[in-house]
Structures are given as C-alpha cells and as structure tokens.
C-alpha cells in the first residue's frame, strides 16, 4: 500500500486557522489527493498537488513536499459546517489504485 | 439524476446469505472502484476496475467478488455474507490520469445479521 498517516482527531474554533497533516510512502508518487467527507455521506474532492509548494483555493489551500513525503491542507476562517473528517489519498504507481488514508476527523467548535 | 448510482442504499441480511451491492455511472468513466468504510478505518479498497477485461484486488478482497458486466455497471458480491462484513460500501469513478478526481456514489449501508 501507500502507507498513508494522518492524525485520528482534531479540534479547532470557529474562525481560526487548522492545519491537517498527511505523510505517505514516495516510492511510486504520481500525486496526492485531499477529499471532504460529513458524516454519513460520500468523499467530495477539494484538491489535487503533484507538484512542491501551496495551491490555495478560496479558504482551502493543500501543500506538499515531495523530497518529505508531506502535505497538510490549511483551512481557513473556520465554520461549523467545516466539522467532517478529511482524507488524504494517493493514486499510487501507474496512477490507477486510489488508496486513502484513515481520516482526520475536524471538530470545529463555537 | 446521480452519476454515480448504488443499490440498494441499505440492506439488512442475514449470515451466510449471498448479497450483490450495484454500481452503475453516467459519467463514462473507465476506472471503477469498491470500498468499504468502518469507523476509524476510513476507506479501504476492496478491488478496482480499469475497464470491462481488467479487474484488481485492492487492500481486502478476501470474502468478496466483483463483475464488470459492462463499462458503466460494476458490481461487488459477498458470496457468504457474515457479520463483520457490516460496514458503509461505497463505489467511486474515476476517468483516465492520475491527477483525475475521484466520483462517489451515495453508499450501501450493509448490515448482517
């Protein structure tokens, strides 16, 4: 597998700044996913990185380090609807396998 | 309409019975996938699919099957369904890439009894 690592749990306030971390194995790298995903419904896609450095889109902004095997996606300006869990995934070599890591579970609170 | 449709959305069955979960996309995708998702575990791949000739076992395969009756319909059977089989399932698409993002159905919440 990917050997995809992320943190079980996290707690932030609304309106501050969280930062969610994902290790994975390199060997075999062709990118890194983050997907969303509230309680009881399906993974939506909020990024793709394949190459160093931060692409932001509006509140969400993802980063990654190749030579680290890192990324973390930030999130900004937190809102109680951003409580879901987060899921860091990998293609993997021949970008076909789609393997995701165990999910950070957000807890924004007021 | 969803482009991505599983059935049933839920299911109770009891052990030992045979059960198929259904997938079936309008997005004309090539790639299909079955998961499976269990508290803390986050998603888990059961096999994957690249298109009607190529099928792949994923991280959990064992206990399962699956069928590529045609490029939009992928389909995953418990032959013999037992109880720690209980868990959220869900299919996802995906187009040709390894950049392209991934379609979700709504999920099959299966539980055996």
């Known amino acids: 597998g990917q050997n995809i690592d992320q943190p079980t749990e996290m707690t932030a306030t609304e309106g501050a700044i969280v930062q969610i971390n994902c290790t994975y194995q390199?060997?075999?790298?062709?990118?890194l996913f983050w997907y969303q995903q509230h309680a009881g419904e399906a993974p939506t896609f909020l990024s793709y990185n394949v190459l160093d450095g931060l692409e932001e889109k509006g509140r969400f902004s993802s980063f990654l380090s190749r030579s680290k095997g890192y990324s973390y996606l930030l999130l900004k300006e937190l809102q109680m609807k951003d409580s879901a869990s987060y899921l860091c995934?990998?293609?993997?070599?021949?970008?076909?396998?789609?393997?995701f890591g165990t999910g950070t579970q957000l807890k924004v609170e007021l | 309409d969803a482009d991505v449709t599983q059935t049933p959305r839920n299911r109770i069955t009891k052990t030992g019975k045979r059960i198929m979960l259904e997938c079936s996309q309008t997005?004309?995708?090539?790639?299909m996938y079955w998961y499976r998702q269990d508290p803390g575990l986050g998603l888990r791949l059961i096999y994957y699919?690249?298109?009607?000739?190529?099928?792949n076992k994923g991280e959990i395969s064992d206990g399962y099957s699956v069928s590529r009756q045609a490029q939009a319909k992928f389909s995953l059977s418990l032959e013999s369904a037992i109880p720690n089989q209980t868990a959220l399932y869900f299919c996802?698409?995906?187009?040709?890439?390894?950049?392209?993002?991934?379609?979700f159905g709504q999920g099959t919440r299966l539980t055996v009894v």
């Open positions: 996802a698409t995906r187009t040709g890439g390894s950049n392209t993002e991934a379609f």
């Open positions: 390199t060997s075999g790298f062709n990118g």
């Open positions: 995934a990998s293609p993997g070599g021949g970008g076909n396998k789609l393997t």
């Open positions: 699919s690249f298109d009607v000739k190529d099928i």
């Open positions: 997005k004309g995708h090539d790639r």
